[in-house]
């Protein structure tokens, strides 16, 4: 793939989605699919939701006029489909968590069981491990699993829809530096690059529009399924690298467990304290605070570009580890300066 057919993708993508997103937020409001603020939102004034709509329309788009009909395709549009309509009910009327799950669950199910893409086995810093029979359940765990990182870290104008850009662009980029730009994920991370950051447009805050659930969920899954399209391409070398890359979202997962556990909630139960409420007791603003998210995000970025082309170019993937390892060290600091695990709101505590 040359830079100017990348180029032309995500301007195409890109323009659409832009232009398509004002429609789509007077279709939420004229339906009532509105996000009401309360004493857990951030935002002060309801705010149109399903812009999730206008993301996946890109992607349709992209599909159409780019991408290469396949076996694999089918399932992730069939699969794409189910998450897409389980996160339209929900932005509209609240679905239980039990029956979004199933609905994760059953568009998951789809990519390795329709389209054979199959979290086989994991290689990381010389280590190595086949998960055999287990690949299959391992691999809808593994979609269902950044489904709903992608999904609680949707917090704040332009958190998640901003994260996800920096993933696929990395992606992106890595898949040129290895001359492997030609596989299905390379060319749906450009697609879902340039619908990405047409949504952001209107996003970025004061955002105008939400993506919803239909939203964040549809990008978790495209971004797991990139990531699982991208081992079996050899675009992501290792296991490491899609983790890294959402070091963040997973981060902010695993703590809000932890932090609900202890205080014996929920799991599914919401809360104020996930890692950008934390940077927002810092008294940073929300802005500020999207832009020092967007800053560590773009570290592990780099730190990911530089262990995956390590080995061709500079002869070695060390200097990308040690990079990682700072900012792990860098990231681990800063969420320890904060309360992130131990607190709780006030109302809880009584």
Same mark, same amino acid.
């Given at each position: 793939?040359?830079?100017?057919?990348? %180029?032309?993708?995500?301007?195409?993508?890109?323009? =659409?989605?832009?232009? =398509?997103?004002?429609?789509?937020?007077?279709?939420?409001? @004229?339906?009532?699919?509105?996000?009401?603020?309360?004493?857990?939102?951030?935002?002060?004034?309801?705010?149109?939701?399903?812009?999730?709509?206008?993301? /996946?329309?890109? @992607?349709? %788009?992209?599909?159409?006029? @780019?991408?290469?009909?396949?076996?694999?395709?089918?399932?992730?549009? *069939?699969?794409?489909?189910?998450?897409?309509?389980?996160?339209?009910?929900?932005?509209?009327?609240?679905?239980?968590?039990?029956?979004?799950?199933?609905?994760?669950?059953?568009?998951?199910?789809?990519?390795?069981?329709?389209?054979?893409?199959?979290?086989?086995?994991? +290689?990381?810093?010389?280590?190595?491990?086949? =998960?055999?029979?287990? !690949? #299959?359940?391992?691999?809808?765990?593994?979609?269902?699993?950044?489904?709903?990182?992608?999904?609680?870290? &949707?917090?704040?104008?332009?958190?998640? +829809?901003?994260?996800?850009?920096?993933?696929?662009? $990395?992606?992106?980029?890595?898949? %040129?530096?290895?001359?492997?730009?030609?596989?299905? &994920?390379? +060319?749906?991370? =450009? *697609?879902?690059?340039?619908?990405? %950051?047409? /949504?952001?447009?209107?996003?970025?805050?004061? !955002?105008?529009?939400?993506?919803? &659930? +239909?939203?964040?969920?549809?990008?978790?899954?495209?971004?797991?399924?990139? !990531?699982?399209?991208?081992?079996?391409?050899?675009?992501?070398?290792?296991?490491?690298?899609?983790?890294?890359?959402? !070091?963040?979202?997973?981060?902010?997962?695993?703590?809000?467990?932890?932090?609900?556990?202890?205080?014996?909630?929920?799991?599914?139960?919401?809360?104020?304290?996930? @890692?950008?409420?934390?940077?927002?007791?810092?008294?940073?603003?929300?802005?500020? $605070?999207?832009?020092?998210? /967007?800053?560590?995000?773009?570290?592990?970025?780099?730190?990911?570009?530089? /262990?995956?082309?390590?080995?061709?170019?500079?002869?070695?993937?060390?200097?990308?580890?040690?990079? #990682?390892?700072?900012?792990?060290?860098?990231?681990?600091?800063?969420?320890?300066? $904060?309360?992130?695990?131990?607190?709780?709101?006030?109302?809880?505590?009584?």
């Amino acid at each position: 793939m040359e830079i100017k057919e990348v %180029l032309l993708i995500i301007l195409t993508t890109f323009i =659409f989605t832009a232009l =398509f997103m004002p429609i789509v937020k007077k279709i939420a409001i @004229f339906i009532g699919a509105m996000d009401i603020p309360n004493e857990r939102k951030i935002h002060k004034v309801p705010i149109p939701r399903l812009g999730g709509i206008g993301i /996946y329309g890109g @992607f349709l %788009l992209g599909y159409m006029l @780019f991408g290469q009909h396949s076996v694999q395709m089918n399932a992730i549009l *069939i699969g794409s489909f189910i998450i897409l309509v389980t996160g339209i009910f929900d932005d509209i009327k609240p679905v239980p968590a039990k029956y979004k799950l199933i609905g994760q669950i059953v568009g998951a199910a789809i990519i390795p069981l329709y389209g054979g893409i199959l979290l086989k086995d994991i +290689s990381a810093f010389g280590m190595y491990l086949d =998960f055999g029979i287990f !690949a #299959y359940p391992i691999t809808i765990l593994f979609i269902v699993a950044i489904i709903n990182c992608i999904n609680l870290i &949707d917090g704040l104008d332009g958190l998640s +829809s901003g994260i996800s850009s920096i993933y696929f662009l $990395t992606v992106g980029i890595i898949g %040129l530096l290895l001359n492997n730009s030609n596989g299905l &994920d390379v +060319s749906l991370t =450009f *697609i879902m690059l340039g619908s990405t %950051l047409g /949504y952001l447009v209107h996003n970025f805050p004061p !955002a105008k529009i939400f993506m919803g &659930d +239909s939203g964040s969920m549809f990008l978790g899954y495209i971004i797991a399924v990139i !990531a699982l399209l991208g081992f079996k391409n050899i675009t992501l070398t290792s296991v490491i690298i899609p983790i890294l890359l959402l !070091a963040i979202p997973i981060m902010d997962t695993l703590f809000a467990i932890l932090r609900r556990a202890i205080n014996h909630k929920p799991l599914g139960m919401p809360d104020k304290n996930h @890692f950008h409420h934390q940077l927002l007791k810092l008294n940073l603003s929300k802005r500020k $605070t999207v832009l020092l998210i /967007y800053l560590i995000d773009i570290l592990f970025a780099i730190a990911s570009i530089i /262990y995956a082309v390590g080995n061709r170019i500079l002869g070695t993937n060390i200097y990308g580890i040690i990079i #990682y390892v700072m900012l792990l060290v860098l990231t681990i600091l800063l969420i320890v300066k $904060t309360n992130i695990i131990w607190n709780h709101d006030k109302k809880e505590k009584k």
